[in-house]
């Protein structure tokens, strides 16, 4: 039986217990972890799902999994790694590339925070040479390979579906917002606190949703931003840029707007905006 921690959305440990397999309860999350492993070669560490895995058999992904009670991120992605394909990875070689809040998975409850790692690992060992120290059967096949390689599996169904974020998170520049955040900016609020979505009447808004009057973002309309600090529905706002959540598969980021100097961690405004960027794939930037 696996046990797992439960979380907030606020990445809030709970101290709440829960047994894998079972129903997660509405509020609740749980850690899970995909782990992506690059050499100098710029090569990444690419394993094949065994044919007896019950979901996605002999597709190839990253590794990952759910981390398990009492564990961190970065210790379930190091244990994943050595259960799955039998290497043994660096703290310090990590680093988190993005979070991510999900309420559903293709309409399906997942409740999950998605944590995707990216590790530096050279080996003088061949991958399958490497497997053979695995603690579990849960891969079938390990290669590594580059990224024309990786889109090729994707553009052909040989991948998990899942791994879809890789193009677009992956071997890009990071953008810089230094000219942004700080700034103080003025504007409407559009879908007030308590509104729904004018499209999508399910998607409710537990934050004040707008945008920044005169400027404009990447979709060539005016500037959108998330408004946090203020708990009554607002028409109007003047704030500091706190943050800048960029959407990796999207033309458009959004500005964290932050109202009276209100200050908020990492994990408060993912947590805030998770209702709606669920749906995207992004990063949040400081």
């Not at 070669?41 to 044919?51: D, H, Q, T, V």
């Not at 690992?121 to 053979?132: A, G, Q």
């Not at 169904?157 to 103080?184: N, R, W």
């Not at 004040?208 to 005016?222: A, H, L, Q, R």
Request: glycine share 8%; net charge negative; proline share 4%.
């Amino acid at each position: 039986m696996e046990l797992w921690d439960l979380y907030t959305k606020y990445r809030e440990c709970t101290g709440k217990k829960h047994i894998r397999g079972e129903e997660i309860p509405e509020g609740y999350f749980h850690l899970c972890v995909h782990v992506w492993i690059k050499n100098s070669k710029g090569e990444y560490l690419i394993s094949k799902r065994a044919a007896n895995r019950p979901t996605f058999p002999l597709l190839w992904e990253c590794v990952g999994g759910s981390v398990i009670r009492g564990e961190t991120s970065l210790e379930g992605a190091i244990r994943e790694a050595k259960e799955e394909v039998g290497i043994d990875l660096q703290p310090d070689q990590g680093k988190v590339v993005f979070s991510k809040i999900r309420e559903t998975i293709d309409g399906q409850a997942s409740r999950d925070i998605m944590d995707v790692w990216l590790f530096h690992y050279d080996s003088e060992k061949s991958p399958l040479e490497e497997l053979k120290n695995a603690t579990t059967d849960e891969v079938a096949d390990c290669r590594w390979m580059k990224t024309e390689e990786i889109k090729e599996l994707f553009d052909t169904g040989q991948m998990v579906y899942l791994m879809d974020y890789f193009f677009c998170a992956f071997e890009k520049p990071e953008p810089d917002y230094s000219s942004i955040i700080g700034k103080t900016v003025s504007g409407k609020i559009d879908r007030p606190l308590g509104s729904s979505h004018p499209r999508h009447p399910d998607l409710y808004y537990p934050v004040n949703y707008g945008y920044v009057s005169g400027v404009f973002g990447g979709d060539g309309k005016e500037q959108d931003i998330y408004l946090l600090g203020e708990d009554r529905p607002a028409e109007e706002f003047i704030g500091k840029v706190i943050a800048v959540f960029h959407r990796f598969n999207d033309t458009e980021d959004k500005w964290i707007v932050a109202a009276d100097g209100a200050q908020f961690s990492d994990e408060q405004i993912l947590g805030e905006i998770a209702f709606q960027e669920q749906f995207f794939y992004g990063k949040l930037y400081r």
